[in-house]
């Protein structure tokens, strides 16, 4: 064999050894020059100078974004990625999840990107940095995305249509957050074509507890944190874990106050200070309303019972205190909660939704949106002098009728022993416990439905008094339909307890959904 071919021979062997050797000594380190990436990417926050970009891989490898304004992307950023381990059926796993900010970019500048992995390059997103003076934003707002993925996707599609300049996720994204196989298949994945290009930005609810949250969404150690878009400043929260008390973000809102100069000002947390239907929440009762209306809050929009509410506006009687309206927006893709009709609610519905905001200075339009795409609830609202509309703030209800009213909900249930079938009669019984108040309080109670589908034995009235015990009113009801049971075990056709009374506050009343017990 000639020399020089003897030497190329040796020199190719080398290389192959060195490989070899290099590649072992990766396997055992845990790093990887082939390194997958398994999720993302996914923006998490957008400025008019930066932007954030998560993503993971199955194994540590070297990571780095590469970015730019034309067509040859001449930036990069490279990561360090996290170790999260976790168990897996029999075995321990681990991925690695990887965020960077990409610094020192233009405002209102379009920008391509692509997540460099070991060897693997992905395909090529974009994003497009947020205006200096702004007076135009469109977002999007929605939540409970856990369980269905084949609706989350419906609903995600829906987003894509509307094209927002960034989306807030209510929390509970998983069923499980403390199991990885979950957060592919039921948020990851039905989020692909929207996060790459919009970000995400994640409160935490009850469901996400774990360490996969935080490692994904959390940016720069705050898990409560603020952010502008022209005109708005945006809160978001984490009211369902334990992070910070609701006293606790009060003050940071009053704290961002005094330094943001905007017009619109919305919070999102998890779990809703207001919410009648699902599962009832009253986080940071019965005071949290009435700061929230002191520090100039807007819209207060949530998740965790999982449908649609919208609540007339509340107000503080403080001086300078604003109308603040709260929304449940909990309808993404969980199994649908039934609604419970009261005299708070402006609009309520049994959908899977989101909420589209678009604001254009003084002037503020939200659309629900159902998942065909289907308008099911809109306002519009102009701010004048710092003023909401006054037919807005005139259809205001006190945060004292307010606090009243849900311990009188919170105090009535309704049920029967039997479950009703066709032609035949029962027994519903309505229970009235110790309401909290200072004089007599008369109620006066029927059965209500929709349509034909049952007979009652008429009204009956009922006076509650102070440190009274319990009251229980029973109605005689014929079922004209086939009945059967949903969330709760409530009825459909729904069958409830009508109530109506009067305070000083003024007249109220509520629905209360009889279920089988």
């Known amino acids: 064999m000639p020399i020089r071919s003897m030497l190329t021979l040796n020199r190719n062997v080398y290389r192959a050894i060195v490989w070899v050797v290099l590649a072992l000594v990766l396997w055992a380190s845990g790093e990887s020059c082939f390194a997958k990436i398994t999720k993302g990417p996914v923006l998490l926050r957008l400025e008019q100078t930066r932007a954030a970009v998560m993503w993971e891989t199955d194994t540590r490898g070297t990571g780095q974004v590469r970015y730019g304004e034309g067509e040859e ?240 506006p509340v107000t503080a009687s403080a001086k300078g205190a604003a109308p603040v309206t709260c929304i449940v927006a909990g309808g993404g893709a969980a199994d649908l909660h039934d609604v419970q009709p009261d005299f708070l609610l402006a609009k309520a519905k049994k959908e899977n939704n989101f909420c589209l905001f678009e604001i254009d200075g003084n002037r503020l339009s939200m659309k629900t949106i159902n998942i065909d795409g289907k308008v099911i609830d809109r306002i519009e609202l102009t701010r004048t002098d710092g003023r909401l509309d006054e037919s807005y703030a005139i259809a205001a209800v006190s945060t004292e009728a307010v606090t009243f009213h849900q311990e009188v909900v919170e105090e009535l249930t309704a049920y029967t022993h039997s479950h009703p079938k066709k032609g035949g009669t029962f027994e519903a019984t309505l229970k009235i416990s110790g309401i909290t108040m200072d004089e007599d309080l008369r109620l006066v109670c029927e059965p209500k439905w929709s349509g034909g589908a049952y007979e009652h034995s008429g009204r009956q009235e009922a006076v509650a008094k102070p440190k009274g015990g319990d009251i229980k009113l029973r109605f005689r009801v014929k079922s004209l339909v086939n009945v059967s049971l949903t969330y709760k075990k409530h009825f459909d056709p729904p069958l409830y307890i009508h109530c109506e009374y009067e305070t000083a506050h003024g007249r109220a009343w509520t629905d209360v959904p009889v279920e089988y017990n």
């Not at 200096?132 to 829906?158: C, I, L, M, P």
Request: glycine content about 8%.
């Open 73 to 312: 992307l001449t930036r990069e950023m490279r990561s360090e990625p996290v170790r999260v381990s976790y168990r897996h059926a029999t075995a321990n796993r681990s991925v690695y999840i990887h965020k960077v900010w990409l610094d020192d970019l233009k405002a209102q500048t379009k920008y391509r990107y692509a997540i460099v992995s070991g060897r693997e390059e992905s395909d090529t997103w974009h994003f497009t940095t947020i205006p200096r003076n702004a007076r135009r934003v469109r977002f999007v707002v929605y939540g409970d995305s856990r369980k269905n993925s084949q609706t989350h996707r419906r609903v995600v599609e829906q987003i894509i249509k509307v094209a927002p300049d960034f989306v807030v996720h209510t929390g509970d994204f998983v069923n499980t957050g403390s199991k990885h196989q979950e957060w592919d298949p039921q948020f990851f994945g039905p989020v692909r074509g929207l996060a790459e290009y919009v970000p995400i930005y994640a409160a935490k609810g009850n469901h996400d507890r774990g360490s996969f949250f935080d490692k994904y969404f959390v940016m720069d150690g705050r898990r409560n944190y603020s952010f502008t878009y022209g005109p708005l400043y945006y809160f978001i929260g984490d009211n369902a874990t334990g992070d910070l008390a609701t006293a606790d973000i009060l003050k940071i809102l009053a704290a961002d106050r005094a330094k943001d100069d905007v017009v619109w000002r919305f919070v999102t947390w998890h779990e809703p200070n207001l919410n009648i239907g699902g599962h009832q929440s009253r986080r940071g009762y019965p005071g949290a309303l009435g700061k929230l209306s002191v520090e100039g809050v807007d819209f207060v929009v949530t998740g965790h019972s999982h449908f649609y509410e919208r609540f007339r």
